[in-house]
């Protein structure tokens, strides 16, 4: 399913996870992955001082050598190693722009050596600008096991959670995992301070029935089933939370805002659930 993948890598724990799960899933699924370090390096605040940038490269080269002779003694599994001068993000999606990659995995927190969330860094400008799918790995590097048996598909019948729906239904082919699709009816009065009658509740609860029927049958086109819930509330508190209470080990989500909204995915629903959630979370572009 993932033939060529990216792993951006810095020094940090989080960083080895990302690593140590694309390891276990190759090992599991096939597939080649590049190890991918930017160095960053401001023209204006260094440069006075060249030597700056020659001891960062060094650093970037001896954090990808490591890496590749981790995985090479761990797994058995030989990974290319690329270190390139500029801003992380674009280092990363350039990578797989010229690699034709079809994933790049990441840990959860930002460059620089500071213990930040990735989101408004790396990973939100590289979720945006990336040419295939994102895997957010949000675990510790004990867990990372490459293995998904439980995945959850937030999903409003929108175009891009139909692509997660599909990613999820072609990842259950190959993986045996099950599937459940949630939709969660939005609490219209808390937004908009109407009152919500029995039959606007009624017409609420059909529209979500209408639109889990539609999920069933995209994902019956892949031969997969699913399993589909409803819930009110908050779409990304509610999907964070129906994470942990199925202790689903992956969620799938589409690129781009809750019920088809056109835009960046920062600020969206699939931000606040790659901030929060319990577990790992791929972004089908």
Not at 41 to 69: H, M
Not at 117 to 133: F, K, Q, W
Not at 203 to 208: G, P
Not at 242 to 261: E, F, P, Q, T, W
């Amino acid at each position: 399913m993932y033939e060529s993948i990216i792993v951006g890598i810095d020094s940090s724990e989080f960083s080895r996870a990302a690593v140590i799960e694309v390891s276990n899933w190759i090992k599991r699924h096939g597939g080649k992955a590049a190890l991918v370090n930017g160095v960053f390096f401001d023209q204006e605040e260094f440069g006075n001082a060249p030597e700056i940038l020659d001891k960062r490269v060094r650093l970037g080269k001896k954090i990808c050598d490591q890496t590749r002779d981790m995985v090479r003694s761990e797994f058995g599994i030989d990974m290319d190693c690329l270190v390139s001068e500029g801003e992380p993000p674009e280092v990363i999606t350039n990578a797989a722009h010229e690699r034709s990659a079809d994933l790049i995995v990441m840990g959860t927190y930002g460059r620089r050596g500071f213990k930040r969330r990735l989101l408004g860094s790396v990973t939100s400008d590289v979720i945006v600008n990336s040419p295939c799918d994102v895997l957010v790995v949000k675990k510790p590097c004990s867990e990372c096991t490459g293995e998904y048996k439980s995945i959850l598909v937030p999903f409003d019948g929108s175009v891009f959670s139909q692509k997660a729906l599909n990613r999820a239904s072609q990842l259950a082919g190959i993986a045996g995992a099950e599937i459940t699709v949630l939709y969660v009816i939005p609490r219209y009065e808390e937004m908009l301070g109407f009152y919500k009658s029995e039959s606007i509740k009624k017409r609420l609860r059909d529209e979500a029935q209408k639109i889990l029927d539609t999920s069933v049958r995209i994902a019956s086109k892949e031969k997969a089933s699913v399993k589909t819930e409803v819930l009110e509330g908050q779409a990304a508190d509610q999907a964070v939370k129906a994470a942990g209470r199925l202790k689903n080990d992956l969620i799938i989500m589409g690129s781009h805002g809750y019920r088809g909204v056109n835009r960046a995915i920062i600020g969206s629903t699939a931000e606040r659930v790659i901030i929060n959630a319990p577990c790992p979370i791929l972004i089908a572009r």
